[in-house]
């Protein structure tokens, strides 16, 4: 993709078509969608004054329009002749005004180059603001002053009409006088005294009169750092239209001629892995990508995406690529169809990479009638990497040297910067090591002579690694618990990729350093094995970053370092660590700990976590425990806790095996999602769902069975007898298994009308799932009878199943609360912030280590579960403190 001049490129998509509005004057005047030439092509004065050829042109002193506007007015007549000077005006509603007009003859000073000064004076209401006198100042667009020469013997005559007289001029000029908007002009000193009544009722009333509120158009879109995944989620911002009547007229004025800058940092990891990745880009109310939209490439150039206001979308390609692993300042700015890009870096920003795109289209923009992305969403994955400070100037084209948006938190970000450099020490290291243990016993032998006991010792004993390494003394003294690492693990069986040879050792680090914090005195070793965790976070097992993040920011048995405790903490969110969003999200939404309150930053964090959720609870591998509410005060609901050994275990599998249908089922559901303390094992709840299905008429066993079978979850998928289960069951009045027929034909015969039929009526039993389903038919616009795609009734449905605790339906709602898309659903940011955390903190991978805090609380090791468990209740006290009783 290139600049216009070279071909451009398509964009992402189709839009519907709008209307384009031109001003066209004749031959002569410049359409406002763009800049154009100052003149119109004439003679140069010498030749001119050789060959006695009429021309003018003109000198304005000042460019802006003023009050009076003093012009220096240069021609010359070959014949009698009249001078037309003319001042014509558009503004939003209207177009070609004219607001000055000066005529004079020349009839004596033939074939002589003549020069008149002229004093142009604009209306008032043109050139300042809003007063007592002057009620409704305008905004103009586009201020235009021509000139021309016609002979008095071609229809040159004082009395002609001015518009009849251009059509004969022999010699013609323009130029364009640079507007001021209402909110940049001067008030105007009228020099006039107000009668006695008029000045006693206006100092009564002066008081009372409605202020313009203090506004500008420089809008922070984020001031802190943002850890982005690369994943399907990012952060949400919407403008509203200024409160100030003279910056929203110069809003409106320039929906078809964009004046703005965007200003952002990054710091990204790699380029777009897909075809591209989200930057910054704005989704209109159609849901369709508009002015501007930033992406990320492959290749590392950067693509910005234009809507046109004809209804076509325009995309061109930057000629240079962005840094990888150094901070750097991306500066956008628009000033009608021109775009200039800058990308500085280094000290004082003196690195730097410009390029000027030029168009002829005319661009449509307009910022509020939708919303902003940060980063990823459901229609294009966000960059990896970290966003700084954005600022975005809504109303201003500022060159660089005009942008105020300094890297803040300079302390973290150079932190982020150090911790990146020394990763890639260590991932190199790691890889060369792992790849000459690849290759074998040709290196074992160049550490180890040939004799008997050696041989013995290689087939039998504990695999030996080569301790020749082929690093200077200074890194191995740098990476001292790197390379002790390595000596001591055995790692002859490593994966053949190189980056899951790393993060394989990476876990392999943490899960030594976690043997040593569950000993009788893992509390005290902590501080000697954060470097082991630090290797293990630069390997990318982000689980080493949480638990680093939990010790620098309580405090256990280390210094309290809350700098640390942020750069892991980022670290782990940008590495898409569970624990670690949550934190981030928690922090943001409370303003704690010198994290800013940002309520979109946390939707951003949470609705991260909260997207997989539902994911997780179906992936059947992994740490996880179903999220349960649990009292610590609550005697009665921590006896029901047990483990796959404890009592109320052992009783369920009793009555389960006498066949008792509540038992079985209670017990295979423990079993599958592992509740109530007991681990996972989806295998063993299968064959109590199979045993429940099979023996019993218990509908919800019959349904539950039905399920596994139709996905195949640790069972082999039987579409047939899965069919005739989940009718079985539903016969039984069961709406889930109604729910069920509903998706079974909606899935696998794709049979929209029986589907819609089913959940209707599962629906009408009180199926949260059907509701969502529904609302799913509407948003996809396949509702059997609806024509098209039904966003509100779908917002309806979706609302719905969330009221009765769906998660995907809770999910859609935070979307739409965040983005404020839908009237029904009225912008909320904290509201969106409370439904995906609601979701997120069901997370499994969360109830694991919540599972692990109370196994740790009801053995009586309050005190001591930092040692035991995993540090479950350490990571239960930091997210959150407000629920242990004791925590802070």
């Known amino acids: 993709m290139a600049p216009p001049s070279g071909g451009v490129p398509p964009g992402l998509g189709g839009r519907p078509a709008c209307a384009l509005l031109l001003l066209c004057y004749l031959n002569v005047v410049p359409s406002l969608g763009r800049q154009t030439s100052l003149t119109t092509s004439v003679i140069p004065r ?11 042109y003109f000198t304005i002193f000042e460019g802006n329009v003023r009050n009076v506007s003093e012009v220096s007015v240069e021609y010359l007549c070959s014949q009698p002749c009249v001078v037309n000077l003319e001042a014509v005006v558009s503004s939003e509603f209207r177009s070609s005004i004219p607001v000055y007009k000066k005529r004079w003859k020349n009839e004596k000073h033939l074939h002589t180059s003549r020069t008149q000064i002229v004093h142009v004076k604009f209306p008032s209401i043109m050139v300042y603001r809003d007063d007592y006198f002057i009620r409704h100042s305008i905004s103009v667009s586009v201020v235009i002053l021509r000139a021309w020469i016609t002979h008095q013997y071609s229809s040159g005559d004082l009395n002609v009409k001015w518009e009849e007289n251009l059509l004969h001029a022999v010699a013609k000029n323009y130029t364009l006088l640079k507007t001021v908007p209402p909110f940049e002009r001067p008030f105007k000193d009228h020099q006039v005294c107000l009668e006695w009544n008029m000045d006693y009722i206006w100092n009564l009333r002066a008081n009372k009169i409605p202020q313009c509120p203090l506004e500008n158009d420089v809008v922070t879109l984020l001031g802190f750092l943002y850890a982005s995944s690369g994943e399907n989620t990012g952060i949400v911002k919407k403008f509203l239209r200024f409160q100030n009547r003279e910056l929203e007229a110069t809003r409106r004025q320039r929906i078809d001629y964009p004046v703005f800058t965007v200003s952002l940092w990054l710091y990204l990891l790699h380029y777009c892995k897909a075809n591209l990745c989200g930057i910054l880009y704005f989704v209109d109310s159609n849901e369709m990508y508009g002015t501007p939209s930033i992406f990320l490439t492959e290749e590392g150039y950067l693509h910005i995406q234009m809507h046109l206001v004809k209804g076509e979308d325009l995309a061109v390609k930057t000629k240079f690529t962005i840094p990888l692993k150094e901070w750097f300042r991306l500066d956008i700015s628009f000033n009608g169809g021109q775009i200039v890009v800058t990308t500085s870096s280094g000290q004082d920003l003196k690195d730097y990479h410009n390029q000027t795109i030029s168009f002829r289209e005319d661009f449509h923009y307009n910022d509020t009638s939708g919303y902003f992305i940060i980063g990823g969403s459901r229609y294009v994955a966000g960059i990896e990497g970290f966003f700084g400070p954005l ?18 938190e300079k302390q973290l970000s150079e932190q982020i910067k150090l911790y990146y450099e020394r990763c890639a020490e260590v991932q190199e290291i790691v890889s060369v090591y792992t790849s000459t243990v690849q290759q074998g016993d040709r290196r074992q032998e160049a550490c180890n002579l040939r004799n ?11 695999p030996s690694t080569c301790r020749a390494f082929p690093w200077e003394k200074e890194l191995r ?10 000596l001591e693990l055995s790692l002859v069986t490593v994966p053949r990729n190189q980056n899951e040879s790393v993060l394989d050792f990476g876990g392999r680090i943490f899960e030594k350093a976690l043997k040593r914090l569950s000993s009788v005195d893992g509390l005290h070793q902590i501080s000697s094995i954060i470097p082991f965790l630090m290797d293990a976070s630069c390997c990318g097992y982000h689980k080493a970053s949480y638990y680093l993040a939990v010790f620098y920011e ?11 405790g942020m750069l892991y903490s980022l670290v782990g969110g940008q590495g898409s660590e569970r624990l670690s969003s949550m934190n981030l999200g928690y922090k943001h939404y409370q303003g704690i700990d010198n994290y800013p309150l940002d309520w979109e930053l946390s939707y951003a964090y949470y609705s991260n976590i909260a997207t997989k959720t539902p994911l997780d609870q179906h992936t059947l591998q992994g740490d996880q425990a179903y999220v349960e509410t649990i009292r610590l005060k609550d005697d009665e609901i921590l006896k029901v806790q047990t483990k796959e050994d404890g009592d109320v275990f052992m009783w369920l599998k009793h009555e389960a095996t006498r066949g008792n249908a509540a038992a079985q089922q209670r017990l295979a559901q423990m079993l599958f999602w592992g509740q109530q303390g007991v681990a996972k094992n989806p295998e063993a709840a299968i064959e109590w769902y199979a045993k429940g299905a099979l023996e019993t008429e218990d509908p919800a066993l019959i349904y539950d069975y039905a399920i596994v079978l139709f996905k195949g979850q640790g069972v082999k998928k039987n579409r047939r007898l899965a069919l005739e289960l989940m009718k079985k069951a539903a016969s039984k009045g069961l709406h889930q298994a109604v ?20 959940w209707l009526k599962a629906e009408e039993m009180g199926n949260p799932d ?3 389903n529904l609302g799913v038919l509407y948003l996809d616009g396949i509702f059997p009878g609806a024509p098209g795609r039904n966003q509100t009734l779908a917002g309806e449905y979706f609302h719905k199943a969330a009221q009765g605790g769906h998660m995907e339906g809770t999910l859609w709602c935070s979307l ?17 912030v409370v439904w995906a955390k609601h979701i997120a903190e069901k997370n499994g991978y969360l109830g694991h280590v919540i599972r692990k805090g109370l196994n740790a609380y009801l053995e009586g090791s309050w005190q001591g579960a930092h040692m035991t468990s995993d540090l479950g209740l350490a990571t239960l006290l930091h997210l959150f403190p407000s629920s242990i009783p004791g925590g802070n």
């Open 816 to 832: 739409y609360y965040v983005t404020g898309n839908l009237e029904t659903f009225p912008r909320d940011p904290e509201k969106a």
């Open 452 to 462: 008997s006991y050696l041989d013995l010792k290689r087939r039998y004993g504990r």
């Open 770 to 772: 059907a509701s969502y």
């Open 391 to 408: 600022k975005y100037y809504r109303l201003h084209a500022l060159h660089p040297a005009q942008i105020f948006n300094p890297l803040l």
């Open 554 to 564: 309580t405090g256990l048995t280390v210094p309290r370092d809350q700098l640390q």
């Open 477 to 486: 003294a740098k990476h001292r618990s790197l390379f002790h690492a390595l």
């Open 46 to 56: 010498a030749e001119q004054s050789v060959a006695y050829k009429d021309f003018i």
């Open 739 to 758: 729910n069920g027929l509903g998706w079974y034909y909606h899935k696998f015969k794709k049979n929209y009308a029986k589907a819609a039929k089913y």
